[in-house]
């Protein structure tokens, strides 16, 4: 029997989602919970895998289990066994073509950034920050050169183990709400630091450091060494993945104030 789960959880204190031999991972984490409830061991198979610090509004994940249990077993039976930082928000039986993440036809992405002089502190940890203003309007004009195929290898970490760095990314927004800026994207698939080295690079345009055709420029020239430095991965949320209709997940409703909108 195939389950898929929605999963939220604070990166903070996890060395990312991918297990790792010391077992302080989200994954090893979620594992050991699903474990317990089914009897036996349990793989789980992650629609994205996220990096240390980098936190999840929805990550979608599917395991296979043997045993018999209802939903409320995998949502409330799994949290009653996971840290404080994880949470299970639901749990669907799903067909055994479904695939975590080849099933995925989209991935959607949230960052933010904290625009002010003064470091945050109640947020700190789930907020990028940067103390010099920034222009929205000059940012949102860059990024929306990024939108459409391209080879993102100028933004693409150099440990990335992707077959090909070309994805197509069908949303790049930038907006302000007061000190917040927020930046969402959508693609296909995203490269690994993809989003952390896209936010850099529209940093730099916003603060004046290069115009809004350099990051053309660097996606023709398809060279990391000449883009800006990978940003900090406090303020990243996995916020969406998007599947057909036909599977019929539920829709996460994000009622999260620093995450709506």
């Known amino acids: 029997m195939r389950w898929a789960l929605g999963v939220e959880y604070d990166g903070r204190g996890f060395d990312g989602w991918q297990t790792q031999p010391h077992g ?3 994954q090893d984490v979620l594992e050991r919970a699903l474990a317990r409830i089914a009897g036996e061991s349990a793989r789980s198979v992650c629609a994205g895998r996220t990096d240390a610090g980098v936190h999840a ?10 045993v018999v249990r209802p939903s409320t ?5 799994v949290n009653a066994r ?3 930082a994880v949470a299970v928000r639901w749990a669907r039986e799903v067909p055994d073509a479904f695939h975590a993440r080849y099933s995925a036809v989209a991935r959607e992405y949230r960052y933010l950034l904290l625009n002010d002089l003064i470091r945050p502190a109640l947020a700190s940890g789930r907020v990028g920050w940067f103390h010099r203003h920034l222009d929205e309007g000059v940012m949102q004009a ?3 050169r990024l939108c459409g195929e391209h080879d993102f290898s100028a933004f693409r970490a150099a440990q990335c183990q992707a077959r090909s760095p070309v994805r197509h990314l069908s949303q790049a927004r930038v907006i302000r709400r007061g000190r917040w800026i ?10 690994h630091h993809m989003v952390r080295n896209m936010v850099g690079a529209l940093v730099y345009v916003g603060v004046g450091r290069h115009p809004v055709e350099w990051v053309t420029e660097l996606l023709e020239q398809r060279d990391r060494r000449l883009a800006a430095p990978t940003f900090a991965p ?4 996995l916020a969406r ?3 057909d209709d036909s599977w019929q997940l539920p829709v996460k409703v994000t009622d999260d104030p620093l995450l709506s909108g």
């Open 24 to 26: 302080n991972t989200v």
């Open 57 to 66: 509004i929805e990550q979608v994940v599917h395991f296979d289990a043997r």
């Open 73 to 77: 077993a995998w949502v409330r039976g």
């Open 82 to 84: 996971l840290p404080d």
């Open 142 to 144: 860059a990024a929306t």
């Open 182 to 191: 927020v930046f969402d994207f959508r693609a296909n698939a995203f490269l």
């Open 234 to 237: 406090d303020g990243l949320y």
């Open 241 to 243: 993945v998007e599947y």
